[in-house]
């Protein structure tokens, strides 16, 4: 991948924003494979879908993240609460809302 600045079109510039893109709907693939394995996990444990204390700690680790890469922290914060209710909502599918 190029930086950024070393690109000098606008074609070029988009050629690494696709290929970015790619890369991250790779990486959301793969969490959701993570996502799928914690549901094994989470009923050999007898863990509910949702973890309020988990859920910040993301978030407080998220946030920290984006500050450090000079990312907006408000609008990662809002990008993994909906990551993070998505993958409860996909883990209450098997465990239910109600789940120990």
């Known amino acids: 991948m190029k930086a950024p600045a070393d690109c000098q079109t606008m074609q070029e510039l988009r050629v690494q924003i696709d290929a970015l893109d790619a890369e991250i709907v790779a990486k959301l693939a793969l969490r959701a494979g993570y996502i799928d394995r914690a549901i094994e996990l989470k009923q050999i444990e007898l863990l509910p879908a949702r973890i309020d204390d988990r859920i910040e700690q993301v978030v407080d680790r998220v946030r920290a993240r984006a500050v450090a890469e000079g990312l907006d922290?408000?609008?990662?914060?809002?990008?993994?609460?909906?990551?993070?209710?998505?993958?409860?909502?996909?883990?209450e599918r098997v465990l239910g809302p109600d789940s120990p």
Request: hydrophobic share 45%; net charge negative; aromatic share 10%.
């Open 73 to 91: 922290p408000a609008l990662t914060e809002e990008l993994w609460r909906r990551l993070m209710e998505w993958s409860i909502a996909r883990e």
